[in-house]
């Protein structure tokens, strides 16, 4: 018994182990295979096609080793064949990191540049990864139900027992990989930690069998597998149940990213769901005294009666989630208590359902195990054609079908599928049922299933988890929440392979169009504009030549539409994953310059990884819009190694511009994509398009001296760049040049610490995923310390401008104020008008403009008022409060919260003025904050102010600003 017990308890670690195995393989693989939806099926077939090939393998193996074993007369030592199993599993986990390295190098050998060829030459090394550890996991069930079994009565308990522990072991393992092992240890670590773990295993197994092997050679027959009476019809029935729950499991994966955000953390909560009740259902069997044969029968119609009942609900997942959002507040702690109530959620509504179909394969063991002893032999071929169903599900149903249907037509077929399987499990069971009859229940019963509605397309497409907060209708039930959220007309809708993709129009304006990926608004013709046709310009206006383009993501195809409207570009090449969003392409014409006409633009429907490696083109812009990093498969665009490749396909003089957003994020996420985009790209600067979006710009060349001002401002003023910018509302140079935030070699003025994200330890997602949770409003990390100050001050574009006397200071700074405030960027608007104020008080110039400016911000009129700018002005080494004792404690704090907040690198703060609010602090507690300061902005003993705007006015042209009428 201390054997079985300790056997069962490893089974469960083994599990663990198998579950994590697939989540890291799966990234590990995205640097062969790319992240689209074709990789994410090969890698989830070879998986499924190796463990069914083991199951079917070690089947036979425990046949051949027992028959072995009768006529040496010795016991078979199942146990210590599974040690080796285990050890094998363990060994190759540790060599599996040095295994990928070597594969990625035969990559680069294969057939590079086409497409077709290339994929199916990766896949096979994929295949050569991580199929033998999948074979040998395989050995699990077969070898265990046979060794833990001492007599055929209690070989049904023993096998539940083995399956259950193992995917309650899997269970855990789901969790453990999406929540935390992958981001505290990364790929390498995780393959170490488990390999060890799977190594301890294989030496306790050996040491079991040393103390006796539950198996007796007597148990079996050592002849040939006598042929069971119509196996092949039970396996028709286990086959049948593989495809129908793992095409239902990719379905309630889609409906859960719909409904709760496409994380990989709702990926790795339904998967555990799905895994901890197959694993309840397989342990209940176990537990039951007695199994009456009509035990599957009734087990079979109750799941397809539940799961016909769950359908009519799914319509109203999204409200039911953002309920449960609703409940709980948007603070850090709080996320893992979301999750596991989500989870909770998701048990509650799966536990019954799921649970009948775990029960499934013991049902059926117990009913072939009755007719022959070879129990693991039968267990082997049991599960090999469940598995093989469930590598038809993974392909059919979550991919191959999604070509033309969409998820209520699967989540149909699956159900459709168990009807025939719990007709065939009657039939085989209740002997006085006739065959003959059989139709008189299918085709009733799968027209019904036929005729169930449609889910409403309005409803996915609301995105309602990005509602945090309780709203006035949040409690009213689902009609009312979904009557009362108007998100226009749908008038595209495709559930493809990748995505769920809609396209929204409000009531009789085409122009406003907007499209939305998995519930989350991924461009708007209008709202977005700005930002998309920024990602275009600004790159273009400072690269070095525009003939060649490369575009990751269509979205609305404006950016692509923007960079062909230039002259000197002769073609754009667009990476678009989803088939659906390529499809709704020509809906955007409207507003996006006839983009999927364009004779100059190729769309290409594929990974942009695979797609920039394939090149052969270098290209002199690339453009990368992607969706938010915390969206499962994301953050791949935003590693290390994909910049590289990245960097790798630009022409000399090119450029890479990364879309990021400050909505939905924190500093420390900002930070990281900020340091993995410098550890590649020698010289970076980053530019603000719409208010929360940011521009990062990483150049090939490594000289981080200012570009030609002259040239850039001849540039903007070429036809075709002034369209582009007039269509965004930039009618002036100095207006545009306002957008620059960070110049070119200010990030790299210092060293950057901290962790870099890579595809080897991804940490993007996992970090970004809590920030979307807590929905702040996050701003650019300080670059101030002395270093960074210096570098700005040779770099910025805006000061470089003032220094040319082409433009006076009154024009730059009401120009960039005015662009600043159009754009919501209200503190650098107030430090730039702040700074105005210091240079020429009493300018009435200013005094006009503010008032302006107030009228227009009416809303946002507070960052304006006097006293703010007074207290700015102050930094620029204006009048100073001079307090004393605490009160100086408290007024150095708030100078240096407000020049972290307000700085600006075009008009920098004046440093002594910090300093002098330091040295007049004098109570305890000064020193150690000054220090604390310090860190963050700098020594303050290396103050020094920079040089202001020059007034000079040589020979320079008017600025008419945006909004205003020219003179």
């Given at each position: ?17 198998g ?19 074709e ?22 193996a ?18 210590y064949?599974?040690?080796?199993v ?35 030459f ?22 265990l ?76 027959e ?26 239902l ?7 859960g ?39 599957l ?80 032999s ?67 019963t ?59 129009e ?36 400072v ?25 000197d ?27 999927s ?41 935003y ?16 450029v ?168 919501k ?143």
């Amino acid at each position: 018994m201390r054997v079985r017990v300790t056997a069962l308890l490893l089974t469960i670690l083994t599990g663990f182990t198998g579950l994590v195995y697939e989540v890291t393989w799966q990234k590990y693989l995205a640097t062969l295979l790319g992240s689209h939806s074709e990789a994410t099926a090969a890698v989830l077939a070879i998986f499924l096609g190796g463990l069914a090939a083991g199951y079917a393998l070690f089947g036979r193996a425990t046949r051949w080793l027992l028959a072995r074993a009768r006529r040496q007369g010795k016991p078979p030592r199942l146990l210590y064949f599974y040690a080796l199993v285990e050890g094998g599993i363990g060994l190759y986990a540790l060599l599996f990191p040095l295994l990928v390295s070597g594969a990625q190098a035969l990559s680069l050998l294969g057939p590079l540049g086409h497409g077709g060829l290339s994929f199916a030459f990766d896949v096979l090394l994929s295949a050569l990864l991580i199929g033998p550890p999948a074979v040998l996991m395989g050995g699990t069930i077969p070898i265990l139900t046979l060794a833990l079994t001492r007599d055929v009565e209690h070989s049904t308990q023993i096998h539940a027992w083995v399956y259950g522990f193992n995917t309650a072991g899997a269970f855990a393992g789901a969790l453990a990989a999406g929540f935390v092992l992958v981001p505290l240890l990364g790929l390498d670590g995780v393959m170490q930690l488990m390999g060890c773990l799977n190594l301890v295993a294989a030496a306790i197994f050996a040491q079991l069998e040393g103390r006796g092997s539950g198996a007796r050679a007597s148990l079996e027959e050592a002849a040939d597998a006598p042929r069971v009476e119509g196996f092949a019809a039970w396996a028709a029935v286990a086959m049948l149940a593989g495809f129908a729950m793992m095409a239902l499991q990719t379905t309630v994966i889609r409906i859960g990213a719909l409904s709760l955000g496409s994380s990989e953390f709702t990926f790795a909560m339904v998967v555990a769901v799905f895994v901890l009740c197959i694993a309840l259902g397989s342990l209940l069997v176990s537990m039951l005294p007695r199994i009456p044969r009509s035990l599957l029968v009734v087990t079979q119609w109750l799941l397809v009666a539940l799961l016909g009942l769950l359908y009519l609900g799914v319509g109203d997942a999204p409200y039911w989630a953002h309920l449960l959002r609703a409940l709980f507040h948007d603070h850090a702690p709080i996320f893992y208590a979301y999750h596991a109530a989500a989870f909770g959620a998701l048990l509650c509504v799966l536990l019954v359902p799921i649970g009948l179909s775990g029960a499934l394969l013991p049902l059926l063991f117990h009913e072939l195990r009755r007719q022959v002893q070879e129990l693991g032999s039968v267990a082997g071929r049991l599960y090999a054609w469940n598995t093989a169903g469930s590598l038809l599900g993974a392909l059919l149903g979550g991919y191959v079908l999604l070509f033309w249907l969409d998820l209520h037509h699967v989540y149909r077929i699956a159900l459709s599928a168990l009807v025939v399987a719990a007709t065939l499990s009657t039939t085989l069971v209740v002997r006085a049922f006739p065959r003959s009859l059989s139709p008189l229940i299918l085709i009733p019963t799968l027209g019904a299933i036929w005729l169930l509605p449609e889910w409403s397309p309005d409803r996915m497409a609301t995105g309602l988890f990005r509602n945090r907060d309780a709203g006035a209708w949040t409690f009213a039930g689902p009609e009312a929440m979904f009557e009362h959220r108007d998100i226009g007309n749908v008038i595209y809708y495709d559930d493809d392979p990748t995505s769920s993709v809609a396209v929204l129009e409000p009531e009789g304006h085409p122009e406003q169009r907007g499209i939305v990926v998995n519930g989350k608004s991924d461009g708007n013709l209008v709202g977005d504009y700005p930002t998309m046709a920024l990602s275009a310009l600004i790159p273009a206006l400072v690269a070095e030549q525009r003939e060649r383009a490369f575009v990751i993501g269509w979205g609305t195809g404006v950016t692509a539409g923007e960079l062909a409207s230039l002259e000197d570009t002769e073609s754009v090449r667009v990476a678009e994953i989803s088939q659906g969003v390529i499809a709704a392409a020509p809906l955007f014409d409207v507003g996006n310059l006839e983009a999927s006409k364009n004779p100059k633009i190729e769309i290409l429907r594929g990974d942009a990884y695979r797609a920039l490696q394939q090149s052969p083109t270098r290209y002199d812009l690339i453009v990368s819009e992607p969706s938010n990093p915390w969206v499962t498969g994301v953050e791949m665009l935003y590693s290390r190694e994909f910049l590289e490749a990245a960097r790798g396909r630009l022409a000399p003089g090119g450029v890479y511009a990364q879309w990021f957003h400050l909505y939905e994020s924190n500093p420390e996420v900002i930070a990281l994509v900020l340091r993995t985009y410098a550890a590649v790209f020698p010289s970076v600067s980053v530019w603000f398009a719409l208010g929360s979006d940011l521009l990062l710009l990483g150049f090939e060349r490594t000289d981080d001296s200012q570009p030609d001002l002259r040239e850039l401002e001849a540039r903007f003023d070429r036809p075709d760049f002034r369209a582009g910018f007039g269509r965004v509302g930039i009618e002036s140079f100095p207006a545009l040049l306002a957008h620059e935030v960070l110049p070119r070699g200010t990030l790299h003025a210092a060293a950057l610490e901290g962790e870099i994200h890579s595809l080897r330890h991804p940490i993007l997602s996992h970090r970004a995923a809590q920030a979307f949770f807590q929905g702040r409003h996050a701003w650019i990390p300080p670059y101030v310390s002395p270093a960074h100050q210096q570098a700005s001050a040779r770099n910025s574009l805006l000061r470089g401008l003032s220094r040319s006397g082409r433009f006076s200071q009154s024009e730059i700074l009401e120009a960039a104020a005015r662009e600043t405030c159009r754009f919501k960027r209200h503190e650098e608007c107030a430090t730039l008008l702040a700074r105005w104020r210091s240079d020429e008080p009493e300018s009435p110039r200013l005094r006009a403009t503010l008032e302006e400016l107030r009228k227009q911000t009416r809303g946002d009129k507070d960052f304006l008022r006097p006293g703010r700018l007074a207290q700015l002005q102050a930094l620029y080494g204006g009048r100073v409060r001079k307090p004393k004792d605490e009160a100086a404690l408290r007024h150095a704090e708030r100078l240096t919260q407000r020049f972290l907040r307000h700085y600006h690198h075009a008009v920098p703060f004046d440093r002594r003025v910090l300093d002098e609010a330091w040295e007049r602090c004098q109570v305890e507690g000064c020193a150690e904050r000054r220090r604390n300061a310090e860190q963050r902005i700098g020594g303050l003993e290396e103050s020094q102010r920079d040089e202001p705007f020059h007034s000079q006015r040589g020979q320079r042209r008017a600025v008419t600003p945006a909004g205003t009428t020219p003179p």
